[in-house]
T-cell receptor
Framework: AQSVTQLDSHVSVSEGTPVLLRCNYSSSYSPSLFWYVQHPNKGLQLLLKYTSAATLVKGINGFEAEFKKSETSFHLTKPSAHMSDAAEYFCVVSVLDTGRRALTFGSGTRLQVQP | NAGVTQTPKFQVLKTGQSMTLQCAQDMNHEYMSWYRQDPGMGLRLIHYSVGAGITDQGEVPNGYNVSRSTTEDFPLRLLSAAPSQTSVYFC??????????????FGEGSRLTVL
């Protein structure tokens, strides 16, 4: 079985300061990991993905995430927050299990950016 | 390119009524799926399809039916609406037969309230 835990339900930062959204996963197999962003009243959009290549993954809008197998983590970071980053972020784990892949979504982290 | 289109965006039902949420994609994706999003619970898979004529249950299928007669369309039917089905519903598609390592493309969601 697999699971994903987003350690913070809400994160508030000031514009121009770093962003850190934390995600831990549990999986018996080698996972693929994703971060999706959801702006208000919109569908989810892929930010970045890890699929067993480079452990540091760069995504859109200046976001990046590092896969750390020893810590079973896949935290999302951005050096400098922008007002447009205010949204909900979902960490997703994908594992090949009994011949097919299963996706598990985290419960989400709402990022607030203060001016 | 329209991507994934969902209709209606908003719907209010009375308990016991039935309705269909429509989903269409113009990307020739084989994989299509329906999720529901509830506060603090991330997204949960209702039903999915890996191609025309093929559907399968996800994590929370009870009370919902699907069919896939064409590659483009994947409607979700609520047979007898219950207040527990009040949620935001998302349709998503993927190039892959299963969304293992690839990107999911989401519609903008359908907000359903059951009174």
């Amino acid at each position: 079985a697999q699971s994903v835990t987003q350690l913070d339900s809400h994160v508030s930062v000031s514009e121009g300061t770093p962003v850190l959204l934390r995600c831990n996963y549990s999986s018996s197999y080698s996972p693929s990991l994703f971060w999706y962003v959801q702006h208000p009243n919109k569908g989810l959009q892929l930010l970045l993905k890890y699929t067993s290549a480079a452990t540091l993954v760069k995504g859109i809008n200046g976001f990046e995430a590092e896969f750390k197998k020893s810590e079973t983590s896949f935290h999302l970071t951005k050096p400098s927050a922008h007002m447009s980053d205010a949204a909900e972020y979902f960490c997703v784990v994908s594992v090949l299990d009994t011949g097919r892949r299963a996706l598990t979504f985290g419960s989400g982290t709402r990022l607030q950016v203060q001016p | 390119n329209a991507g994934v289109t969902q209709t209606p965006k908003f719907q209010v039902l009375k308990t016991g009524q039935s309705m269909t949420l429509q989903c269409a994609q113009d990307m020739n994706h084989e994989y299509m799926s329906w999720y529901r999003q509830d506060p603090g619970m991330g997204l949960r898979l209702i039903h999915y399809s890996v191609g025309a004529g093929i559907t399968d249950q996800g994590e929370v299928p009870n009370g919902y039916n699907v069919s896939r007669s064409t590659t483009e369309d994947f409607p979700l039917r609520l047979l007898s609406a219950a207040p527990s089905q009040t949620s935001v519903y998302f349709c998503a598609s993927s190039r892959e037969g299963t969304p293992g390592t690839g990107e999911l493309f989401f519609g903008e969601g359908s907000r359903l309230t059951v009174l």
